[in-house]
């Protein structure tokens, strides 16, 4: 795992994100992001990415959308 480069770095940032990767994978993760600003967009994007997935998942359907479903099924 020593000396990752971009590639098998952005493999792990999920994973790194969601604080799912062990000690070596984090310090590695770690190191490349420190010097690469390429994986560190990638990182922030992925970031961006998971707040609006989390914003859309408060979304609410409005209360006819059942009746309307049913109506047009029946």
């Known amino acids: 795992a ?3 480069g ?4 952005r493999l792990l ?7 799912m990767t062990g000690p070596e994978e984090t310090q590695v993760v770690e ?4 010097s690469c600003s390429d994986c560190q967009e990638m ?3 992925l ?9 859309l998942d408060n979304l609410k359907a409005p209360p006819c959308l059942w009746q309307d479903i049913k109506r047009r099924l029946d």
């Not at 940032?13 to 604080?19: G, Q, T």
């Not at 970031?47 to 914003?55: A, D, E, G, I």
């Open 2 to 4: 020593y000396g990752m």
């Open 6 to 9: 971009c590639s098998q770095v």
């Open 13 to 19: 940032l999920s994973a790194y994100r969601d604080k």
């Open 31 to 34: 190191t490349h992001l420190e």
């Open 43 to 45: 990182l922030s994007q």
């Open 47 to 55: 970031n961006q990415m998971c707040l609006v997935l989390r914003t």
